[in-house]
């Protein structure tokens, strides 16, 4: 079983920066796909943005251009560089991890944009 522990989320103010870390132990083969999930109050859980084993990339048009996703094979961690936030990131960040035939989930952390 793979378990996931993600850390950097916190409070920033509009148009600031905050960098999110999840690494995964446990039983790992191999992990083939790495990514970031929110999910704002009162909204469904949506797509930030995914990194597969070839470290292509895919991001959600609201955070193009702002976020950045990034992992290190190595030590099994995944990164995502957050950038000129706005108040409407504001929600609970869940990474998410490919691994065999399952799919695993963080606990969640909370970002809070606002002045």
């Known amino acids: 079983q793979v378990q996931l522990v993600e850390s950097g989320g916190g409070l920033v103010q509009p148009g600031g920066s905050l960098r999110l870390s999840c690494a995964a132990s446990g039983t790992i083969f191999r992990i083939y796909t790495m990514g970031w999930y929110r999910q704002a109050p009162g909204k469904q859980r949506e797509l930030v943005a995914i990194i597969t084993n070839s470290r292509s990339t895919n991001y959600a048009d609201s955070v193009k251009g702002r976020f950045t996703i990034s992992r290190d094979n190595a030590k099994n961690t995944v990164d995502l560089q957050m950038n000129s936030l706005k108040p409407e990131d504001t929600a609970v960040y869940y990474c998410?991890?490919?691994?065999?035939?399952?799919?695993?989930w963080g606990q969640g952390t909370q970002v809070t944009v606002s002045s």
């Open positions: 998410n991890v490919v691994s065999g035939a399952r799919a695993y």
